[in-house]
Nanobody, 125 residues
Framework: QVQLVESGGGLAQAGGSLRLYCAASGRTFSSYAMGWFRQAPGKEREFVAAIRWSGVRTYYADSVKGRFTISRDNAKNTVYLQMNSLKPEDTAVYYC??????????????????WGQGTQVTVSS
């Protein structure tokens, strides 16, 4: 079992930055791949970024590539999402998720077994 708690959301201006945190409980955190997803009002939840257990391999949605960076610290059971050059269209609830690191596609929502409650990110123009 893994429990996930997101933090770091808030209000930012377009062009600004925010850093999201996802704190995980459980001794097996370092064996899980981790992902960030987001859901805007009236839209489906979508993939943002993912990182494999070692932190070496990362994956990004085209919409955030070059602006967002996912990283993790297995010693602290924490995964991060650094968001730069924010745009109003980045406004959403951001969710952290965990799954086994099996190599199946990391952008697929239904591959993830554990989810946090989400943190709101609002970007003003």
């Amino acid at each position: 079992q893994v429990q996930l708690v997101e933090s770091g959301g808030g209000l930012a201006q377009a062009g600004g930055s925010l850093r999201l945190y996802c704190a995980a409980s459980g001794r097996t955190f370092s064996s899980y791949a981790m992902g960030w997803f987001r859901q805007a009002p009236g839209k489906e939840r979508e993939f943002v970024a993912a990182i494999r257990w070692s932190g070496v391999r990362t994956y990004y949605a085209d919409s955030v590539k070059g602006r967002f960076t996912i990283s993790r610290d297995n010693a602290k059971n924490t995964v991060y999402l650094q968001m730069n050059s924010l745009k109003p269209e980045d406004t959403a609830v951001y969710y952290c998720a965990a799954r086994d690191d099996s190599g199946r596609p990391y952008y697929r929502i239904n591959e993830y077994d554990y989810w946090g409650q989400g943190t709101q990110v609002t970007v003003s123009s």
